[in-house]
């Protein structure tokens, strides 16, 4: 089972360059989100999306967009890196978007902007 | 506001001892909480959640939390804690469609 998976798992960046960050889930799931992770703040959400063509901002969208052409995938694309962005990304996804569905978590993509 | 707190940042207990993970939140209408375990390098984990029901919640690992609504809190706890259970624990609530994280609470178990 190969549940949500993330590419690449390291990437270092140089100020200004972009990006895109992989993630793919095969359990067919309708909600998916990301997260960055930092030291003392838990993960805070980036972006969301509750099914294919349809996408909203999280709490932290600033510097990051997001597209859903398909079920299965959800990239996160860093327009124009900072070293602020420097972080660890958590691609997640639910059955659905209600309340009580937990979440399946990628192993996260380690991001550092030099 | 809707809001999740870890008192805590760091809990330190001996093998064989009971382990308690403390958690508090904020919210409005029904409070659907979550509790996440993650081991170093790897994403987080599932442990249990509270819908509706039973205050004592079951998980895995035997990991449980109780709810306590006259308290606002969803503290995850362990009878007899294994070195094993050495990770970051995270509660989480999720009122609507959206995932709000405490900032994590480091669990560590000395042998």
């Known amino acids: 089972n190969a549940g949500v998976t993330q590419t690449p798992k390291f990437q270092v960046l140089k100020t200004g360059q972009s990006m895109t960050l992989q993630c793919a889930q095969d359990?067919?799931?309708?909600?998916m989100s990301w997260y960055r992770q930092d030291p003392g703040m838990g993960l805070r959400l980036i972006h969301y999306?509750?099914?294919?063509?349809?996408?909203d901002q999280g709490e932290v969208p600033n510097g990051y967009n997001v597209s859903r052409s398909t079920t299965e995938d959800f990239p996160l694309r860093l327009l124009s890196a900072a070293p602020s962005q420097t972080s660890v990304y958590f691609c997640?996804?639910?059955?659905?978007?209600?309340?009580?569905?937990?979440?399946?978590f990628g192993d996260g993509t380690r991001l550092s902007i030099l | 506001a809707q809001s999740v707190a870890q008192p805590e940042d760091q809990v330190n207990v001996a093998e064989g001892n009971p382990l308690t993970v403390k958690c508090t939140y904020s919210v409005s209408g029904n409070p659907y909480l979550f509790w996440y375990v993650q081991y170093p390098n790897r994403g987080l984990q599932f442990l249990l959640k509270y819908i509706t029901g039973d205050n004592l919640v079951k998980g895995s690992y035997g990991f449980e939390a109780e709810f306590n609504k006259s308290q606002t809190s969803f503290h995850l706890k362990k009878p007899s804690a294994l070195v094993s259970d050495s990770a970051l624990y995270f509660c989480?609530?999720?009122?609507?469609?959206?995932?709000?994280f405490g900032a994590g609470t480091t669990v560590t178990v000395r042998a």
């Open positions: 999306s509750v099914g294919a063509g349809i996408t």
């Open positions: 989480a609530l999720r009122p609507d469609y959206k995932l709000s």
């Open positions: 997640a996804s639910s059955y659905s978007q209600l309340s009580n569905q937990p979440q399946h």
């Open positions: 359990m067919n799931h309708e909600y």
